[in-house]
């Protein structure tokens, strides 16, 4: 686990999570903690610790075998979903994907989690392959209804239907509210991405009608200027989301400027270096900008040719050394850089090209790794999630759907089936009975 303090550092320690497989960039030797650790959110383990501390224990065992016992619990240092409450005054963030438009096992397209100690959730980005991060975290869908798309490349918004129809069908009951740019022309704006985008569903929306819940199939599209500077999108509940034009592509491309309680959140979607983030993400708490392969590895592993990797990596994106300037004129707390296949043959060129233009403290992210912010503190690991995970339970009531509504088959497809119902009728009688129902078969 790595800790940083607010002052920024010079200095820089690779922390090796043996056993989560990731690494943490950003911390100084002074401010470092020594382990094992006792967050004081884990009052059984801080005992357990003080237990070990005892004279009469250590005379039992000598020396400091007891303490590193292997029956003895040591504080953990990974985050598991789930199991910690936010304090009022912090906010976590959580990677939930850092990789590429070809999202892949270990790294899905661009997503981030942002959780405020108001209770209130935000997702930024929901890019190819994130819904899957997203329903490791365990949050009831109902909180995750809340999307800012800071542009309208797939690996920024490729996983909003599984996310609109997935989270619908897990027990989201509510619209789901979905902000994101203009473009230069109506077609490139996000409301006629997203209206064609449900147009797209129709079969899927269809056909989900009278058997589940209805309330969650429906989108609240919020379309915003790609050109506002600094312009209130979003004000509810002590919270307000600015935006900010990005340089990517074609125009319409944003960032995002989150303030609450003190904090200043900053999310960079995809831009070449632009002057609106060096003034506006000033002074960040945290800071996310993209940061694209280096070159080299862009030509090596990726197979672009030297004009199209000089092109894309410096140009289209911001490059390494680029990301490093930004974030020197910035100066948040904690910068963040996402948008690169994070591997053990191409981060330490990443690191060493961002080392050439900036010595602040720097996360290079991977997904599932998770920031805990508050006024002093900034704690960085890496979740472990349960691969065999199931939604949580929804927070409200379902609501029945109305039978009347479903679309029936057609006679030819209907008279197609084969006669299940002396099988399935002991599945009627056994939930009729579980729950006190007369439910018959179609
Ligand atoms: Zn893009
Ligand atoms: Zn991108």
Redesign the pocket.
Known sequence: MARIKPAHSPFLIVTLLAGVGGYILGCTPPEREAEPQAPAKQPAAAADSEQAAKPDQAQADPGTASKYSPVKARARDFYAPNTEDLGPDEMRLIACGTG??TARPKQA??CWLLELGNGDKFIFDI?TGSAERISALQIPYNYLDKVFL??L?T??FGDLDALFVGGALAGRQKPLRVWGPSGQTPERGTKYALDHLQKALTWDLDGRQGLTDPRGYHMEVNEFDYMGVNETVYQENGVTIRTIPAI?SLDGPVSFIVEWNGFKFVFG??TYPNKWYAKYATGADLAIH?CFIAVPDMIDKFKFTPQSALAVGTQI?TAPEAFGKVMSIIKPRMAVAY?FFKDFDTTAAISDRIRTTYDGPLSLSIDYMVWNITKDDIRVRMAVVDEDVWPPPATDKPQLPDPATRIPYSDEISNGKLDMSKVIQPTYDEINKQYGLHEKQE
């Open positions: 590429m438009p397209a661009s890019g800071s542009h490349h690996d920024h990517h979607g995809d993209e994106h948008h």
